[in-house]
C-alpha cells in the first residue's frame, strides 16, 4: 500500500482519539459532568491509548500487520458506535476508553509502513504516514466541531464508525502483507518482555522521556484550548478551526524525516525542543498570538515525533520499538489532559501556559542530555575533551 494511503489511515484512526477536545464543555453539559472534570473524558481515552500500545501494537512483530490492522479497524468502528450512542456518563467513558485502546492500530501503520519501505527512504515513509497522523489529530477537533454544530456530537463517533469499516475493506483490497523482522518468531509473552526491556536501551530511552514532555505540552494546549474559546463565546465549529490552524504543524514532518535520513536528528530535537518551550510565551497573550503559538508548537512536535521514531527504529523489533515509545506520547498526553482543565478553573490561562512551557523545557533538557551522550560516546579512546 502506498504511504499516501497509510497515512489517510493513520490520519482517521488517530482522529478518533481527539474528537471529544472541542466538545468538552457540550459533553459535559449533556450528561451532567461538571466543567472542572472533563478533562476525563481525554485522560480515559489516552490511558486506553497506552494500553493499547503495550499489548496490541507489539502483536505487529508476531502476526501478518496487515491482518492484524484490518481486525483493529472493525473494533474500532464497534467501540466508535457505542460511544456514539452512550447515554450517561459511565457508558461513555467505558466506550472512549475502548476507543483510545483500538485507535492504537495508527502506530501499527506506522510500522507497517516502515517495514515495507526501503532503508535509505524509511524516514521519508515515516515522515509521510506522521503527516496523515498530525493532520488527524489537528483536523478531527474541526470536523467534530463543525458536524456537532450541524447535527450534534453523537454524529461525530457515528461518521467515524462508518469511515473505519470503509478503511477496514480497503486493507481487504488494497494491501499487501509486510515482511516480518528475521530470525524466530517470539512468543507474545516474550513480546511484552522484551518491550519492557527496551528501557535498558539508552537512545529508546532518551526518546521516550521526550516523548513523554513533548506531548504533555502539546496535550495541554490543545485539552484547554476550548476553555479560553468557549468563554469567547465561539461557536464549536470555530473553536475547531483553530485546529486548521494547527494543521500548519504538519508541514515539518516531511523534513524532519529527511533530515533524520541524512543523519540530523540531533540538531533537529534540540532546534525543534527549544521552538516548543518558546511557542507557549506567544501563547499566552491575545488570540491572534494563541493561533500563531498553535503553530510553532505542532511543528516543533512534529519535528521532534517523527525524528524520534527514525531514531529507535529498527526492523528486527519496529512494532514493539514504536508501541514502547508511543506509551510515554499516552502518558504525558494523559498528564497533559487532566491537569490543565483543572489548572485553568483555578489560575487562568496564563497558569496553563506556564504549564505547557515547563514541559517543553523538559523536552529540551533531554536533548541536550542526549546530545551530549552521544558526544562522549563517539570520542576516540584517551581523548579529554
Known amino acids: 500500500m502506498q504511504p499516501k494511503l497509510l497515512a489517510v489511515a493513520a490520519g482517521v484512526a488517530v482522529a478518533t482519539v481527539y474528537f471529544a477536545q472541542p466538545l468538552l464543555v457540550t459533553i459535559g453539559a449533556d450528561l451532567g459532568i461538571a466543567a472542572g472534570t472533563v478533562g476525563l473524558f481525554v485522560t480515559v481515552t489516552q490511558a486506553g491509548y497506552g494500553l493499547g500500545l503495550f499489548f496490541l501494537v507489539p502483536l505487529g512483530d508476531l502476526l501478518d500487520r496487515r491482518r492484524l490492522i484490518q481486525l483493529q479497524f472493525l473494533l474500532l468502528a464497534a467501540a466508535l458506535l457505542a460511544t456514539g450512542l452512550a447515554q450517561n456518563a459511565a457508558m461513555l467513558l467505558l466506550g472512549l476508553a475502548t476507543v483510545g485502546t483500538l485507535a492504537v492500530v495508527t502506530q501499527s501503520l506506522v510500522a507497517y509502513g516502515a517495514a515495507l519501505a526501503d532503508p535509505a527512504r524509511r524516514g521519508r515513509t515515516v515522515g509521510t504516514v506522521t503527516t496523515g497522523i498530525v493532520l488527524g489529530i489537528l ?115 516531511g523534513p524532519a524525516g529527511r533530515l533524520a535520513d541524512r543523519g540530523q536528528g540531533r540538531i533537529v530535537v534540540i532546534g525543534a525542543s527549544m521552538l516548543l518551550a518558546t511557542s507557549w510565551l506567544v501563547t499566552a497573550h491575545s488570540l491572534a498570538g494563541l493561533a500563531i503559538g498553535a503553530v510553532l508548537l505542532d511543528l516543533a512536535v512534529q519535528a521532534i515525533h517523527v525524528t524520534n521514531q527514525s531514531l529507535i527504529y529498527r526492523p528486527d523489533a519496529g512494532s514493539r520499538l514504536i508501541g514502547g515509545y508511543m506509551v510515554f506520547y499516552s502518558l504525558g498526553s494523559a498528564v497533559g489532559a487532566i491537569a490543565p482543565t483543572a489548572l485553568y478553573e483555578r489560575a487562568g490561562w496564563t497558569a496553563v501556559c506556564v504549564l505547557g512551557a515547563a514541559f517543553g523545557a523538559g523536552s529540551l533538557l533531554s536533548s541536550v542530555r542526549g546530545a551530549r551522550r552521544t558526544s562522549r560516546a563517539s570520542r576516540p579512546c584517551g581523548s579529554s575533551r
Open 139 to 253: 483536523l478531527a477537533r474541526t470536523t467534530s466541531g463543525i458536524l456537532t454544530d450541524l447535527l450534534g456530537w453523537r454524529a461525530v463517533y457515528l461518521a467515524a464508525c462508518a469511515t473505519c469499516l470503509a478503511i477496514a475493506l480497503l486493507f481487504t483490497r488494497r494491501s499487501a502483507p509486510a515482511p516480518l523482522g528475521a530470525g524466530p518468531v517470539p512468543t507474545y509473552g516474550q513480546l511484552l518482555r522484551s518491550t519492557v526491556r527496551l528501557w535498558r536501551e539508552p537512545v529508546f530511552r532518551e526518546t521516550a522521556v521526550r516523548a513523554f514532555f513533548v506531548f504533555a505540552s502539546f496535550s495541554t494546549l490543545w485539552t484547554s484550548i476550548a476553555l479560553p474559546l468557549t468563554e469567547r463565546r465561539l461557536s464549536h465549529t470555530e473553536i475547531g478551526a483553530f485546529g486548521l490552524i494547527g494543521a500548519a504543524g504538519a508541514l515539518a514532518a
